[in-house]
């Protein structure tokens, strides 16, 4: 009889696609759920998802971030991946052989379109003779052609001997402009005053 290869179909279907185990958890597309609701693929939620509890991470978890791809699908993003995409990405220069102390465009090749960089640190290995005015490295990223350059230098100073080989070390943070607010430049005219105050706060 049709009605009972319908209810056949039905309990093949349940059996294909949920299981419930003896502690009361459900799985969709497994058959050994681990937690209450497991569901081994995707799912489409129309409205909104809220989620009551969330356990703190312990010393030796591996933490994950849950991010909203350019389709409206959520994933996971691992960042104890070395290999993966991360929230953000620290990279390294050593630059070789520069003009003495001076580096004056170094092109990184990475698009500033997309992501934002930082220098956060720098260091030169070769003395100097800064004469009789203090000198302190400055070390900048800025943006040319749609890339990120660096320009880097120790203002009034020199290498002792000219004839060295120095070597840059410059430490950048990268991070995509998806996770940040990019809020443009702010012009302030100080009329030749020494201080001054922006016209409105940028966050409140």
Known sequence: MNWIKNISLYFFLAASFVAEAQDGAVGIGTTSPRVKLEVAGGMLIQESIEVIEINALQDDDT???LVQDAGNSVRTLDVSNPTGAALGYIQVYEIYNPNEDWILNFDT????????????SS?????????????IPYTSAYIE???????????????VDAAELGTWVITTLIYSKDLSKQLGEV??????NTSGSAPSPIIN
Not at 145 to 159: E, K, M, Q, R, V
């Open 63 to 65: 933490s994950t971030f």
């Open 109 to 120: 090749g990475v698009d500033s379109d997309n992501f934002v960089m930082n220098t956060i």
């Open 187 to 192: 012009r302030i005219p100080l009329g030749g």
């Open 145 to 159: 052609n749609g890339t990120w350059h660096i320009i880097s230098d120790y203002p009034s100073a020199n290498n």
């Open 123 to 135: 260091y030169y290995d070769r003395e100097l003779d800064i004469g009789t005015y203090a000198s």
